[in-house]
């Protein structure tokens, strides 16, 4: 089970905050896509469509087209955005942020064992405890496959514990292989 905690004090006017419900997909979008025209004309889409609408129809094609991975639909998109979807069909969380970093996304467990998100981390502090961590760039979650870098598909995400003065949780880096030259 997984939880949203969000509210409309402190929303940024520069990422813009939208939620839709279409056949059973639940999404919370903030930020926004730069290339949100070339997508909808990729994808056959109105030119009503906007970020939170895409990004559910952009979901639904790859879930229904297996086994094309998530990260290629994520990857797709160029911006300032973090979203989570909801796939009420599926059962299934699925929630990326840019790789960038400026639209802020926490996420963490409760005490009752529910995964929550929030773009605000005071929001998820009493709830979550100790697992509160920002979610990392670049990168997505699902239930079904778990933690994936979008960026570096193959590369493993590992999770360091932190303790800073704010939070406790895990700051996660994704691997990268090790390239050295040699001088003949």
Known sequence: M??????HSNQSLLHPRSFAVKDDCFCLFEGTLENLASLRQEYGLSKCVNEVLFVIEAYRTFRDRAPYPANKMVGHLEGQFAFVIFDRGTKT???AADSNGKVPLYWGITADGCLSFSGDAE??????????????????YSSASG??????PKNKV???????????GTTFK???ENISASMV
């Open 2 to 7: 997984a939880t949203m905690a969000f509210t």
């Open 93 to 95: 969380v699925f929630t």
């Open 123 to 140: 929001l998820l502090k009493a709830a979550c405890g100790k697992s509160l961590a920002s979610f990392p760039q670049g990168c997505f």
């Open 147 to 152: 933690l994936r870098s979008y960026e570096y």
């Open 158 to 168: 590992m999770g360091i514990p932190t303790m800073d003065g704010e939070m406790c």
């Open 174 to 176: 994704v691997e990268h």
